[in-house]
């Protein structure tokens, strides 16, 4: 019995190690070969797919616009000669200081603040001390503003009060119709030179760095050089107008200033009047129409591009 035991015990032993042995060995070899292969192939030929994706898409995105893409769309409304910002409007905007001099503080649309601040914080890494010398205004400020360049070109430079008033709308928007009332504009210089009454600020370091940099923070250069047919405003390197970085990205890579490129979406009348998705405090519904405004429009603008 105990000799029979010990036997069927060795046998035991040795049949339970080769089976143990040989099945390891076999599980293990198909696993390594069928298991670990292809998935390592798997995620080698799906890795570079999921990268070069997106790297393809991205600057398909800002040649061709894609509204769905677009941020802050809500900031993409005209305000000019023919488009009044409302006055309710104006002063129900919850704004946020985005700028202190030592004598004033500079307020905005509180939903652009980190915009500029990032902006300002990013120049000065540069080397490029910005300079902010008007932000938003009331409607109010800006009737004071009006009516104070008309007085001093009645007291000084001797215009009648029509006169006056007809010179001085070429160079100061009347309150409502000014993009200072929506919170979404700045005037932006340096200390290298601060004089609105002429174009030097164009020269400088800090125009430059603004020229090739605003767009990434949602800033376009609002009335540039030879569009003030389009405008009805001088050219002005200091003026800079939030309307998103997919926009602000957009527009300077067209060179459309805003009144164009509204014209060309079909956003606003034969007046030049926007339609009612593209007024302040509307929502643009740009994801849907905008990209079938776009598709009409993609036979003018292919020689443009
Ligand atoms: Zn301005």
Known sequence: MKTNGVRIFAIYSALMFVVVFGLSALVKAPSAVGNAEPEQTGTEEAEPEV?????????????????????????????????????EYSNSIDTSLVYESTVRQYYMDSRVEKYVRDM???????GVELVMVSAYRTNSYQQDLFDRSVEDRVNNRGMTWEEAKEDTAKEVQKPGFSEHNSGLAADIMSNEYTS?????????????WLSEHAPEYGFILRYPKGKSEYTGIIYEPWHYRFVGVYYAKLLTEKGLCMEEYFRQQGWVDADGTAISHYLPGNEPDAPDSGADDIQEDESEREDEV
Do not use: R
């Open 51 to 87: 990268t070069t994706a997106p790297a393809e898409e991205k600057p398909e995105l800002t040649e061709e616009g894609d509204p769905a893409e677009a941020d802050n769309v809500w900031a993409m409304f005209l305000v000019n000669g023919n488009n009044e910002c409302p006055e």
């Open 120 to 126: 300002f914080a990013a120049a000065e890494k540069d």
């Open 196 to 208: 609105m009454d002429d174009d030097g600020f164009e020269d400088t370091e800090a125009f430059a």
